[in-house]
């Protein structure tokens, strides 16, 4: 594995990769879900580039990007032996020099949840994104369906702009526990972290909820914060369009999809997870209440 370090280098050696050309951007501090991307990109790819950078454009000022956590050379170790091609880890001054002065603004969908929490955060990750697609010229890019906010708002700006990469969402690597893989688990005492996999619960409360039959928002998200326990304080639970993130009111009839999402604190850590919901099976109950009803 070959790891450089400007943007320059990195754009020529990719240039020479095999296509189709596999990219998976990350920010370090890599764990099993970092490494699900890296072995999707492998699976279908001819050649995979991976980038590690910790964007502080997609930090606010009360976030975390001072203690991130960052492990490089264990990280560039793991890239190499799961069959990175290229690794760009670019320093700051190399992908914001003096003069870089535009930014993309992805719309409503980046004001809506993490939009809301975090300002500026998903003007922070595409604006970063749009930069690595431009010198990987990757044909696709690999994301994992924990940050699917992220992922809808990269695909906004894909799609408004009619650019590539084409996109890959990965499924969410868990503990045994459900607890939803993170960099930022490692933030969590030792009492937090028993109490994270609450998180998911929630979540498969609604899920579960879901498959009994239920439609209406309102319902699904009572039943995950039923489930929701102190020390654990919810941030947001809700049931969304995972293209707009718009809130579903009533997933029957809502069209094809809807996800349920949530964060909760867990005292200054916030967690983020979202699991699928079996919209057939609310459309099923519905039909049947009709069919009751004449
Ligand atoms: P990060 O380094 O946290 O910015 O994450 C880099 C990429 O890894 C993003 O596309 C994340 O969605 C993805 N990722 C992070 N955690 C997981 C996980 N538990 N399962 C699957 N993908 C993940």
Redesign the pocket.
């Known amino acids: 594995m070959q790891t450089l370090r400007t943007a320059a280098e990195a754009a020529q050696a990719a240039r020479r990769l095999a296509r189709p050309l596999a990219l998976?951007?990350?920010?370090?501090?890599?764990?099993?879900?970092?490494l699900?991307?890296v072995a999707s990109a492998r699976r279908d790819g001819a050649a995979v580039m991976a980038t590690?950078f910790v964007n502080p454009l997609q930090f606010g000022p009360t976030d975390d990007f001072a203690r991130y956590p960052r492990a490089f050379a264990d990280d560039e170790r793991q890239l190499a032996a799961a069959g990175v091609d290229l690794l760009f880890a670019p320093g700051v001054e190399e992908m914001y020099p003096a003069g870089f002065d535009s930014s993309i603004d992805p719309g409503a969908i980046a004001t809506r949840y993490e939009g809301a929490i975090r300002p500026g955060h998903f003007r922070g990750v595409a604006t970063v994104c749009m930069k690595l697609f431009g010198i990987a010229g990757a044909d696709r890019a690999?994301?994992?369906?924990?940050?699917a906010q992220?992922?809808a708002v990269l695909q906004q700006v894909l799609r408004d702009f009619a650019i590539g990469p084409e996109i890959v969402v990965?499924?969410?690597?868990?503990e045994d526990d459900g607890l939803?893989?993170?960099?930022?688990n490692v933030y969590l005492t030792p009492a937090e972290r028993a109490a994270a996999p609450g998180l998911y619960h929630a979540l498969q409360g609604m899920a579960d909820a879901v498959e009994r039959g239920e439609s209406n928002r309102d319902r699904i998200v009572a039943a995950g914060r039923a489930r929701i326990h102190t020390p654990l304080r919810e941030a947001y639970l809700d049931v969304v369009d995972p293209v707009t993130f718009e809130l579903v009111p009533d997933i029957a009839t809502a069209g094809s999809a809807a996800i349920a999402i949530g964060s909760g604190w867990l005292g200054s850590t916030r967690l983020i997870d979202n699991v699928p919901l079996n919209v057939a099976a609310a459309v099923a109950h519905d039909g049947i209440h009709e069919s009751v009803a004449g």
Do not use: C, E
């Open positions: 998976v951007p990350t920010m370090g501090a890599l764990h099993p879900g970092h699900a991307l590690i690999y994301f994992g369906a924990k940050d992220q992922v990965v499924p969410t690597v868990r939803a893989r993170s960099s930022r």
